[in-house]
């Protein structure tokens, strides 16, 4: 099973995260506290960065101690991701289900052995380990360090690839986003295809397009 992990959209960059459920319990992790905080009574640390409403929310609805203290200083190092990957994939190895890896803007998985849900086995092991929150925010952060805004980023990658008007804008992306460019059957491959390219990389700053 392939799972995407981001496009984008109207008003700003989404990361198409796993539903939010279970695949162990919170004791399960010796790193992670017997009965994790409610959101309601997390002290959230005092974000300043350019991400900080977005770190604030997923430290407030982390679902263990180790997603908590990945995000406490606003960064996901290459240590944490790591960690975080190989939580992930022990999770799924539990449920008889093998990591395939991340490949570019989304993973793999092999299907759930018996007949299983494969998506929500997968979807609760991406919120045990905190994939769905780290892998989140880091993937947010490589495409758009200084939190720029997304329909102008768009608006300017769709003029360079040759697909829109030099005049195009985020007012014009956004409109699009509504209208045309909600049905994909309706629009052409080249545009398709530039719309995909830029939504992986807005900025031009990974240099994969």
């Known amino acids: 099973m392939r799972t995407e992990r981001r496009t ?3 008003g700003g960059l989404i990361l198409l995260s796993l539903v939010v459920s279970a695949c162990g319990g919170p004791g399960d992790d010796p790193g992670d506290s017997q009965a994790p905080p409610t959101s309601a009574t997390v002290d959230v640390p005092d974000f300043s ?3 900080a409403a977005e770190f604030a929310e997923t430290y407030r609805s982390a679902s263990s101690d180790f997603v908590r203290s990945a995000l406490e200083d606003e960064q996901i190092s290459d240590a944490e991701f790591a960690e975080m990957t190989e939580r992930f994939r022990q999770c799924l190895a539990d449920e008889g289900i093998e990591f395939m890896g991340f490949d570019g803007d989304g993973y793999q998985t092999s299907l759930a ?8 086995i997968v979807s609760g092991c991406a919120t045990e380990s905190g994939q769905d929150a780290i892998g989140m925010l880091r993937d947010i952060m490589t ?3 200084e939190h720029r805004d997304i329909p102008a980023a768009m608006a300017e990658c769709l003029v360079g690839e ?5 005049g195009y804008g985020a007012d ?3 409109a699009d986003m509504a209208g045309r460019f909600a049905d994909p059957a309706n629009i052409s491959q080249e545009l398709k295809d530039a719309l995909i390219s830029c939504s992986r990389d807005p900025l031009g ?3 994969e397009k």
């Open 162 to 166: 040759g697909v829109v008007s030099p």
């Open 49 to 51: 960065g350019p991400y």
């Open 172 to 174: 014009d992306y956004d």
């Open 8 to 10: 984008v959209i109207a």
């Open 113 to 120: 052995p018996h007949g299983g849900d494969t998506h929500e």
């Open 205 to 207: 700053i990974l240099g």
């Open 143 to 145: 495409v758009n360090p």
